[in-house]
């Protein structure tokens, strides 16, 4: 089956997975896959680390296609979310306050099940946007919590969950362009980084 996926609005300057092959792949020279190499394997660390399942999300190829699509979704959901706060003119982390409820007795790791008791977000958002887009918003806030380890209570929030989105989006190109530059599977690559 075809494993490509492509994500054609809301593309703003953010790194692009490239998914299967590309011909920049097979263009590749010595030098830059010995870079390439390089960077993985001082990504590799914080990638684990920003990443809520760890080595789960990337157990297997299958595993780290479907992260690999999960991070660029959640890249158009951080996206999304700046459009609608200059819209609504709110602030990205009162919005994603609204989205997913989040205050000082919550469990940062109970924050994305809060979608489960309010699937459309606060009723503060009544009227500014319709059922649909507030539960997509929603359930894109939901992925995007269980995806990194990082909380989306107020801007700083959103904008370190798009610095690591972005290294998470990087790293996953970068070991795909490995695999492919040297045919081989993206855990095979992975193993040893």
């Known amino acids: 089956g075809d ?32 870079a390439g190499i390089g960077t993985l394997k001082q ?12 080595l789960e999300a990337l157990a ?3 595993t780290i296609l479907a992260t690999a699509r999960t991070a660029e979704g959640c890249m158009e959901f951080l996206d999304i979310l700046d459009d ?16 997913l409820p989040f205050n000082s007795d919550t469990d940062s790791g109970d924050q994305a099940n809060s979608a489960v008791d309010a699937p459309l977000g606060s009723r503060q958002l009544d ?14 806030a ?11 209570a107020d801007c700083a929030d959103i904008e370190q969950a798009r610095e690591s989105l972005k290294l998470i989006v990087e790293f996953l190109d970068g070991l795909q362009k ?13 193993r040893e980084l």
Do not use: C
């Open 3 to 34: 494993t490509g996926f492509s994500v054609a609005s809301h593309n703003r300057s953010r790194p692009r997975m490239v998914w299967p092959q590309s011909p920049e792949v097979e263009s590749s020279s010595l030098n830059t896959e010995i």
């Open 43 to 54: 990504q590799w660390s914080l990638v684990q680390f920003l990443l809520r399942d760890g």
């Open 60 to 62: 297997d190829d299958g």
């Open 84 to 99: 609608y706060s200059v819209k609504l003119g709110m602030r990205k982390g009162a919005l994603s306050r609204l989205l």
């Open 127 to 140: 009227g500014l946007m319709t059922d649909r887009e507030r539960q997509d918003l929603v359930q894109r």
């Open 142 to 152: 939901v992925a995007l919590r269980r995806l990194v380890r990082v909380k989306v």
């Open 178 to 190: 490995a695999a492919a530059q040297e045919k081989r599977s993206l855990t095979s690559i992975l």
